[in-house]
């Protein structure tokens, strides 16, 4: 069993910063992708970003690319989510999402979720 937990939600202005993270813990090892998925008032859940445990490229929808950067910390199984230069349309529930395979784009690919954290953003 995994549990995540997220933290670091809260609100903030057009253009501004916030920074979210994600807490791994319990089999960790048996994980391969970790991801951050984000779902909006009345809207479904949408894939954000995705990073490998093992090493490689991380991957961005493109609504996000270039402003948004997933990390990850080995030392403290924690996978960061760097949010810049945010926009209105950026307000959502985030969720981390931890699979056991190479995961994609769709939430169902994930085994386990956090409990998701708010990003408002004002315009």
């Known amino acids: 069993q995994v549990t995540l937990v997220e933290s670091g939600g809260g609100t903030a202005q057009a253009g501004g910063s916030l920074r979210l993270s994600c807490a791994a813990s319990?089999?960790?090892?048996?994980?391969?992708?970790m991801a951050w998925f984000r779902q909006a008032p009345g809207k479904e859940r949408e894939f954000a970003a995705r990073?490998?445990?093992?090493?490689?490229?991380?991957y961005y929808v493109d609504a996000v690319k270039g402003r948004f950067t997933i990390s990850r910390d080995d030392a403290k199984n924690t996978v960061n989510l760097q949010m810049n230069n945010l926009k209105p349309d950026d307000t959502a529930v985030y969720y981390c999402?931890?699979?056991?395979?190479?995961?994609?784009?769709?939430?169902?690919?994930?085994?386990?979720w956090g409990q998701g954290t708010q990003v408002t953003v004002s315009s």
């Open positions: 990073i490998f445990w093992g090493g490689g490229s991380p």
């Open positions: 319990g089999r960790i090892v048996s994980l391969y992708t």
């Open positions: 999402a931890a699979g056991r395979r190479v995961g994609g784009v769709a939430p169902k690919e994930y085994e386990y």
